[in-house]
């Protein structure tokens, strides 16, 4: 299995930019197609964005399109997520996940790991 943390949260200004990464651990890093999702108060968990065991194939929710970019370090165990543009509206818990599927997908059961989350707050 593989163990997942996430960092680089914080708070910034609409229009400003923050890369949130995901350190793994455990089995190799590599052989799992990865995911980003958040979650914002009294809402349910979203899917933002997947890329395969390789990084190369990506997918992304049309929230962020075209405003957040998934890339993955596979010699470093690292996942990241570049986030442009922010809007208020992308406060929340950003959560990496890890799939033993390297198909991408949206839906939350498929994701067997997760880390803990890390809050990211867009101030108007």
């Known amino acids: 299995q593989v163990q997942l943390v996430e960092s680089g949260g914080g708070l910034v200004q609409a229009g400003g930019s923050l890369r949130v990464s995901c350190v793994a651990s455990?089995?190799?890093?590599?052989?799992?197609?990865m995911g980003w999702f958040r979650q914002a108060p009294g809402k349910e968990r979203e899917f933002l964005a997947w890329?395969?065991?390789?990084?190369?194939?990506?997918l992304y929710a049309e929230p962020v399109k075209g405003r957040f970019t998934i890339s993955r370090d596979n010699a470093k165990n690292t996942l990241y997520l570049e986030m442009n543009s922010l809007k208020p509206e992308d406060t929340a818990v950003y959560y990496c996940?890890?799939?033993?599927?390297?198909?991408?997908?949206?839906?939350?059961?498929?994701?067997?790991?997760w880390g803990q989350g890390t809050q990211v707050t867009v101030s108007s």
């Open positions: 996940a890890a799939s033993s599927s390297d198909r991408p997908s949206v839906r939350i059961g498929v994701y067997g790991y």
């Open positions: 455990g089995r190799a890093f590599s052989t799992y197609g």
């Open positions: 890329i395969n065991w390789i990084g190369s194939s990506t």
